[in-house]
């Protein structure tokens, strides 16, 4: 069964630093998109940063500009290098892989805490 490790997240000062890391526990297959969501308390989970196979990406508006998603596709590896973070940015950040076929189907991590000090 896939399991998606999160890693990196933290305290951090507003306008500083962070970077995600989730990684697949198996290397058999690609998955077609990996990405970032977040939750914060009494809200809803919301995309953050999703890349495709192919490299296309896509961001909320709130972090355009300041976040950067990778992946290393042959690891089933996405990175989420976040600048200038803002306690706005303060969530649970969950990894997410997507497969498309045979059927479309989302894979969770556990969620890693982000807390931005202002």
């Known amino acids: 069964q896939v399991q998606l490790v999160e890693s990196g997240g933290g305290l951090v000062q507003a306008g500083g630093s962070l970077r995600l890391s989730c990684a697949a526990s198996?290397?058999?297959?690609?998955?077609?998109?990996m990405g970032w969501y977040r939750q914060a308390p009494g809200k809803q989970r919301e995309l953050v940063a999703r890349i495709t196979n192919g490299g296309s990406t896509n961001y909320h508006d709130s972090v355009k500009g300041r976040f950067t998603i990778s992946r290393d596709n042959g690891k089933n590896t996405v990175y989420l290098q976040m600048n200038s973070l803002k306690p706005e940015d303060t969530a649970v950040y969950y990894c997410?892989?997507?497969?498309?076929?045979?059927?479309?189907?989302?894979?969770w991590g556990q969620g890693t805490q982000v807390t931005v000090s202002s």
């Open positions: 997410n892989a997507n497969i498309l076929r045979p059927a479309s189907y989302d894979y």
């Open positions: 198996t290397t058999i297959f690609r998955f077609d998109a």
